[in-house]
Nanobody, 114 residues
Framework: VQLQASGGGLVQAGGSLRLSCAAS????????MRWYRQAPGEEREWVSS???????NYADSVKGRFTISGDRAKKTVYLQMNSLEPRDTAVYYC?????????WGQGTLVTVSS
């Protein structure tokens, strides 16, 4: 199984990006699909999750600006990022959490210029 993240890039502050993450291969028992990010020199941090019943959660730092969506059947998760700020600059990683294990994507770089 591989998770392929895409959609990162360079954007000016106030702009938007949409990240996508698609999984290849068979994944069963999906409990949640999540996004994390890691800024240079910092620890990886959780950004957002969407769980099996469709409810979503966000870190306070992105609440109101980011929207997660996902399709469990298609094993795809998205992150719509609006009103981007320089502090959002990071490598963004997708994650699919199942009853058996975690799956991680390779990361996509988001750079927000001021």
């Amino acid at each position: 199984v591989q998770l392929q993240a895409s959609g990162g890039g360079l954007v000016q502050a106030g702009g938007s990006l949409r990240l996508s993450c698609a999984a290849s291969g068979s994944i069963i028992g999906i409990k949640a699909m999540r996004w994390y990010r890691q800024a240079p020199g910092e620890e990886r941090e959780w950004v957002s999750s969407i769980i099996a019943n469709g409810s979503d959660n966000y870190a306070d730092s992105v609440k109101g600006r980011f929207t997660i969506s996902g399709d469990r059947a298609k094993k795809t998760v998205y992150l719509q990022m609006n009103s981007l700020e320089p502090r959002d600059t990071a490598v963004y990683y997708c994650n699919i959490y199942t009853v058996y294990r975690d799956y991680w994507g390779q990361g996509t770089l988001v750079t927000v210029s001021s």
